[in-house]
């Protein structure tokens, strides 16, 4: 019912920025939390942001904060992953989620999910 399609991945190098994109669909429920999670070569997924997308309140997992920030953009239904001073162990597979109400918690159940888009960070 909820469809999530993720852009702005590629190759980059050690300090370099990124910003990731997701772009919303096909919504049923007027209230949501989109998050943003990223899956390493052979390590489990990880909570690294957050946006209520009615208040804009945000929260994000203490190694991101100060270099990630996420925001959207409810004209275009997307919300952004602004990622700065990347480092090698940020390589990954970077999604996109959704789940309806607005709990922040990292723990939360995410019901929608994205295809993903790669980011690889080189030394």
């Known amino acids: 019912q909820v469809q999530l399609v993720e852009s702005g991945g590629g190759l980059v190098q050690a300090g370099d920025s990124l910003r990731l994109s997701c772009v919303a669909s096909g919504r049923t429920f007027s209230y949501y939390t989109m998050g943003w999670f990223r899956q390493g070569p052979g390590q489990e997924r990880e909570f690294v942001a957050a946006?209520?997308?009615?208040?804009?309140?945000?929260r994000y997992a203490d190694s991101m904060k100060g270099r990630f920030a996420i925001s959207r953009d409810t004209s275009k239904n997307t919300v952004y992953l602004q990622m700065n001073s990347l480092k090698p162990e940020d390589t990954g597979v970077y999604y996109c989620?959704?789940?309806?109400?607005?709990?922040?918690?990292?723990?939360?159940?995410?019901?929608?999910w994205g295809q993903g888009t790669q980011v690889t960070v080189t030394s």
């Open positions: 946006i209520i997308w009615t208040g804009g309140n945000t």
């Open positions: 989620a959704a789940k309806s109400g607005w709990t922040l918690s990292p723990t939360a159940e995410y019901v929608y």
